[in-house]
Nanobody, 126 residues
Framework: QVQLVESGGGLVQAGDSLELSCQAS????????MAWFRQAPGKEREFVAA????????YYADSVKGRFTVSRDNAKMTVYLQMNSLRPEDTAVYYC???????????????????WGQGTQVTVSS
């Protein structure tokens, strides 16, 4: 079993930066990819970013490319999401996820991830 705990959310103004962290515990095993998803009120959960086990491959939603950076520290069992130039439309609950996507294309899909955190709220005011 794997537990994921997100932190770092908060209320910021447009243009500000935030860094989210996701601490994993339990039997994460090897070859575990990590991802961030988000869900705004009244909307479906959407993919934000993902990173492969060794960090060699990263994936981003078009809406966050060039502004967000995903990274991981396997020794600390932690994945990060650095968010710069935040916009009001980035407001959402951000979820950390862990899993083993069978293919690269699966990295964008919630179904590829087995474990999920409880989420952390990010609110960006205009």
């Amino acid at each position: 079993q794997v537990q994921l705990v997100e932190s770092g959310g908060g209320l910021v103004q447009a243009g500000d930066s935030l860094e989210l962290s996701c601490q994993a515990s339990g039997r994460t095993g090897s070859s575990t990819a990590m991802a961030w998803f988000r869900q705004a009120p009244g909307k479906e959960r959407e993919f934000v970013a993902a990173i492969s086990w060794r960090g060699m491959d990263t994936y981003y939603a078009d809406s966050v490319k060039g502004r967000f950076t995903v990274s991981r520290d396997n020794a600390k069992m932690t994945v990060y999401l650095q968010m710069n130039s935040l916009r009001p439309e980035d407001t959402a609950v951000y979820y950390c996820a862990a899993g083993r996507p069978a293919y690269s294309a699966d990295s964008y899909q919630p179904r590829a991830y087995t474990y999920w955190g409880q989420g952390t709220q990010v609110t960006v005011s205009s």
